[in-house]
């Protein structure tokens, strides 16, 4: 029951999300190698680049961890790991302007943020209740499980689409606020640039993987 045919669906979203994976650890990799001429630090360009839009209410912590760095609209925290807050690379610069990205789209209300965490509650339900519900529903036959199991994961599928536009913006932003702010020269930025689309990928890979499996739902709810 729980292998099937349209397992098969999964196996080039899962494809994916190994190479993004791979992508975005080799990409921070070479370039955490190569230091920025700014000397900066990744806190150093994230206090900075807070402070040049305006921003003075977000404070800017170190986390344990490997590319744990995030941004806390709840807290108005900046999180960065270890490897970014202390380093001076391409990588740790792209990264640290990438979660600045998020603290500017929360201060100037970007409405595709404001729509990711509005549902953000529905969809922390559906990606952990959603298809153990539905084959609750399928196993006892009762369709009306099987249809709130589809409709609750379609919020969490919804979450990872419109997380797509927020992190692209993010990371448009952080490239944008690094040239003109000097902080990388032009032939830095393109390191920077291989991170953070590296990292995209990711996201990329996570909303597929989403879509795919909401179709494999429906498929199986179409054969009850």
């Keep these: 029951m729980f292998f099937d045919s349209t397992m098969l ?20 990799a070479a370039m955490s190698k190569i230091r920025s001429t700014s000397g900066l630090t990744g ?16 404070i800017v912590e170190e986390v344990p961890g490997s590319l744990t760095d995030h941004y806390d609209s709840r807290s ?3 999180r ?4 970014v807050y202390h380093s001076t690379s391409l990588a740790a610069l792209g990264v640290a302007a990438h979660e600045t990205g998020h ?7 970007y409405v595709p943020l404001n729509i990711r965490q509005s ?19 399928l196993i ?3 369709k009306p499980l099987l249809d709130i199991g589809i409709i609750v994961f379609a919020g969490a599928v919804l979450f990872h ?3 797509l536009p927020v992190e692209f913006n993010a990371s448009s932003r952080a490239l944008a606020q690094l040239s003109n702010g000097g902080y990388l020269r032009s032939d830095e930025i393109s390191g920077a640039r291989k991170v953070l689309n590296a990292a995209a990928l990711t996201y990329v890979a996570a909303a597929a993987m989403a879509v795919i499996q909401l179709l494999r739902l429906v498929m199986l709810r179409g054969r009850d």
Excluded: C, E, W
């Design 43 to 58: 806190a150093q360009a994230a206090k900075s680049l807070l402070q040049r839009n305006g921003i003075n209410d977000v």
């Design 161 to 163: 689409i419109v997380t």
């Design 9 to 28: 669906l999964l196996i080039p979203a899962v494809i994916l999300s190994i190479y993004a994976q791979f992508k975005v650890k080799s990409a921070f």
């Design 80 to 83: 960065l790991s270890s490897d």
């Design 119 to 137: 549902v953000f509650p529905v969809a922390n339900i559906g990606s952990s209740l959603g298809i153990p519900l539905f084959f609750i529903g």
């Design 103 to 109: 603290a500017i789209q929360h201060h100037t209300s």
């Design 140 to 142: 006892m036959s009762f």
């Design 76 to 78: 108005k925290k900046l």
